[in-house]
């Protein structure tokens, strides 16, 4: 078609162009440029947003369960059991971190492991004890404590040099005629006072126990004046008289002492008996 045709130069009529403008983009919009659109939020993983979410989900199902107890025609079985289960594995949990936690219980019996023996050492036999006569034995046959204390040195000391029975009983009889059984100083003698004494006599200078005289050679005055002393003196002389151990107590006493009152000594054989058997 020729250019100059009338059909071919009409002025085209120009239809405006419609555009599907969003509403939102348009607010978008300012003057040319456009308003940055807000940032996309992703997937939650800030530790309080979990423990926020976890704490919504409990609350929901806290409250599906109550829901369903209220709700007598319903049943919410799954629910309550995986609340049990929950429920359950915090009290273990809990249980794992207790440091206090009681003992159980039943005890468990634990088989204690046998220490090794020691090899058994020999043991030596231990030798019987002679019994050890008291200090201040306990007095017989009408004595006091002083009366039996010098009895028992007289005692002490015929068993020291190996005497017989029967000697121990002539040297208590004689001290018993002599003095009583005190051990005596002289008035004639003011020199026996200074040693320990428990009275005084005055027969000559005789002294001590047996009544021995230091002028006729039985010892000093300290000597005699020494129970252990005067007996071992009086068992010493015994033994040179020959035959004592046939004769009476009196004979055998006098032979001794030699007294003026010689069968004196026989009324205290039985007393001197009875001492003698309580010391021995």
């Not at 231990?126 to 008291?134: D, M, Q, Y």
């Not at 009408?142 to 009983?169: E, F, H, T, Y």
Request: hydrophobic share 40%; aromatic share 4%; glycine share 6%.
């Amino acid at each position: 078609m020729h250019p100059d045709h009338p059909d071919t130069q009409q002025p085209t009529e120009t239809r405006p162009v419609r555009r599907t403008i969003d509403p939102a983009s348009a607010e978008r919009r300012i003057g040319r440029h456009r308003a940055p659109e807000p940032a996309r939020r992703g997937p939650v993983r800030s530790a309080p947003a979990r423990v926020a979410v976890a704490t919504g989900v409990t609350c929901c199902l806290g409250l599906l369960g109550v829901i369903g107890a209220r709700e007598p025609g319903q049943r919410h079985e799954p629910v309550q059991e995986a609340l049990a289960d929950r429920a359950a594995a915090a009290a273990e949990q809990r249980a794992s971190r207790d440091f206090e936690r009681a003992a159980p219980p039943v005890a468990v019996p634990v088989t204690p492991i046998p220490a090794a023996s020691p090899s058994p050492t020999p043991t030596k036999k231990k030798t019987p004890k002679k019994p050890v006569r008291p200090k201040h034995p306990r007095p017989v046959a009408g004595l006091d404590q002083r009366q039996m204390d010098n009895a028992k040195a007289i005692v002490d000391a015929g068993l020291a040099m190996k005497m017989p029975r029967r000697a121990l009983v002539v040297a208590v009889a004689t001290a018993m005629q002599e003095s009583n059984l005190y051990n005596l100083a002289s008035d004639v003698l003011p020199e026996s006072f200074d040693y320990p004494h428990q009275g005084s006599g005055s027969d000559h200078d005789s002294i001590g126990l047996f009544q021995q005289r230091p002028s006729s050679g039985w010892g000093t005055v300290a000597e005699i004046m020494r129970p252990a002393y005067a007996a071992r003196a009086f068992f010493t002389a015994l033994k040179e008289v020959p035959g004592w151990t046939e004769m009476s107590l009196t004979a055998a006493a006098q032979a001794v002492q030699v007294s003026a009152f010689p069968d004196a000594y026989a009324q205290h054989e039985d007393r001197a008996t009875t001492v003698v058997a309580a010391l021995v």
